[in-house]
């Protein structure tokens, strides 16, 4: 059993965290019911990524985009993009990525050939045409279980590192350079990989094709980035008898069309938070929320474990003044995350040791902290963030603050621990630094590794009571947002101390409203069928 997984060393009252529970459980059926009846121009392309539709055409516009965008153009995308490729794969008798590329070509008009005598439609066509498409759709999506069933076997074969798993970044910007520095992350210790995506990518709506040289800040999030990702990291695992997981980030303009990548990939972590792209990024605020909706569907149906971005507030606003909003944030991502068909253990809720180590106790509110996300979540992997805001260039400082920030991490508990690494706030760290990094937790774990199990905390004391405070101030805070909406909550700056408006943002013209008859084939086939415990489900 973890740290917090039994009883209430912070001695909380189960009255609030119901309250807690039963607000957020509120304001995630809120958001429901307004996100119902829209689709977006992204989950659409995600419709036709799953189908198997890649490549770009001679002015390098992805495929996914030239067809949904010709669709749009033609105002029916309110129908879904899989009804209009299900009619042409019935009169063509060719498979979606053909009917990608005639279209791309010129060659094939969709609307045309829907006003075509043989594709003039009704109730029985376009039973026929869902019929057609949810049959290539559910051979797609087997064929995914299928891969994940050998990953899965792969994982138990070589064996799982135990939590916490660590986590560890790498952001050259050649795709080639980073296969280098993953491998020997790998094998100073990491158990997670994961390749930041070049800056403002999720500015980006649209998925960039092929291998990548170039970014600034990290690599640009592309599928074939990511087959070059796992196969170099399986060749590891293989070699040296240990299994690295990957992860990417599901955010911005493209959130679902990377979860069906990363799903094709054989990604095991996606960054995927609610509000992140929402907050950091000004992408419209229904626009996000959709989105993430159908991304957290396909991470969860594969067993993807997606982390969430509460970690990113404390950035942006006082840590000690937000922990009652970052906890508020835990509770409505995990109920917007199961409502999307999670489950809890593939929920890597985000928390962060941020307070600025002068604060005098500051070691004690962070465990505190820390703790309480470990309480209120007991099965969901915690992934836990290294204390980077306050950095000044002091290595010394850093390296002394990130241990602390690792014995916080094994005794209470957490499921996923980025790695803080010496140099992070000088520059973006070398491989050398990571290193460093990961032989501190090493050290701190095996120094502490049952240090959680030994501690009780003083009745009354510092860091009970500050638990407790934060928790009263989360019910406050989601007992208001159930009550004015988190549309409103979002403009009023409630998370991060950063407002975005309904109206406003990126991507709001990429939403469109959904006709009757609209069909969807990925999310109905994911509702109607759930995995097995094992992950896998059949859609014969």
């Not at 051979?139 to 590192?161: P, Q, Y």
């Not at 971005?309 to 404390?314: F, I, K, T």
């Not at 905390?457 to 988190?486: M, P």
Request: proline share 4%; hydrophobic share 40%; charged share 20%.
């Amino acid at each position: 059993m973890s740290a917090g997984a039994g009883r209430s060393k912070l001695d909380l009252d189960p009255g609030v965290v119901a309250a807690c529970r039963q607000a957020a459980r509120q304001i995630a059926g809120q958001v429901g019911e307004r996100i119902a009846g829209q689709t977006t121009v992204s989950v659409e392309r995600s419709v036709t990524r799953m189908l198997g539709i890649d490549g770009a055409n001679e002015l390098e516009a992805p495929l996914p985009n030239v067809l949904v965008d010709h669709v749009l153009a033609g105002g029916g995308l309110g129908r879904g993009v899989a009804h209009w490729i299900g009619n042409a794969m019935l009169q063509t008798g060719r498979s979606p990525q053909q009917i990608a590329e005639a279209v791309a070509g010129g060659e094939l008009d969709l609307y045309v050939l829907a006003s075509s005598p043989e594709g003039e439609g009704d109730a029985a066509e376009d039973g026929a045409i869902h019929e057609r498409v949810t049959a290539e759709c559910a051979a797609r999506l087997n064929e995914i279980n299928r891969r994940f069933g050998e990953r899965r076997a792969m994982r138990e074969r070589l064996g799982d590192a135990p939590t916490p798993l660590r986590y560890v970044l790498t952001a050259t910007g050649d795709v080639y350079e980073d296969v280098v520095h993953a491998k020997a992350v790998a094998q100073a210790g990491g158990d997670i990989v994961a390749v930041i995506r070049s800056t403002a990518q999720s500015l980006l709506d649209y998925v960039p094709y092929g291998p990548t040289t170039e970014g600034y800040g990290g690599t640009f999030a592309t599928q074939a980035n990511f087959r070059i990702m796992r196969e170099a990291m399986d060749e590891w695992s293989e070699a040296h008898g240990r299994y690295v997981r990957l992860s990417s980030f599901c955010s911005g303009l493209c959130m679902s069309e990377i979860a069906v990548m990363g799903a094709w990939e054989g990604f095991d972590n996606m960054v995927n938070d609610a509000l992140y792209g929402i907050l950091y990024r000004d992408i419209n605020i229904v626009r996000g929320l959709i989105d993430q909706r159908v991304s957290r569907m396909i991470n969860g149906h594969f067993g993807v474990v997606i982390n969430t971005g509460e970690d990113n507030y404390l950035r942006t606003a006082d840590a000690l003044q937000a922990a009652p909003s970052v906890t508020a944030s835990q509770f409505i991502n995990h109920e917007l995350a199961r409502d999307s068909g999670v489950p809890d253990a593939q929920i890597a809720l985000g928390d962060a040791f941020e307070i600025d180590i002068p604060v005098e106790n500051g070691l004690l509110y962070e465990w505190a902290q820390a703790q309480l996300t470990r309480e209120l979540f007991p099965n969901c992997p915690v992934k836990y963030m290294p204390p980077t805001r306050h950095m000044d260039g002091n290595l010394f400082r850093t390296h002394a603050a990130d241990a602390l920030f690792n014995l916080v991490t094994v005794a209470t508990g957490q499921g996923i621990q980025t790695i803080g690494v010496p140099t992070e706030g000088i520059f973006t760290p070398h491989i050398h630094d990571r290193v460093l990094g990961l032989q501190n937790v090493d050290y701190v774990f095996n120094a502490a590794k049952d240090l959680g199990e030994e501690i009780e905390f003083k009745r009354g004391g510092i860091i009970q009571t500050r638990a407790q405070e934060v928790l009263a101030g989360a019910r406050v805070l989601l007992e208001r947002i159930a009550d004015v909406g988190l549309f409103q909550a979002i403009e009023d700056a409630t998370f991060g101390d950063v407002s975005r408006k309904l109206d406003e943002g990126r991507g709001i013209s990429g939403i469109i409203d959904t006709e009757e008859g609209y069909f969807n084939p990925v999310v109905e086939l994911m509702r109607g069928e759930r995995p097995t415990p094992h992950g896998e489900a059949s859609y014969a």
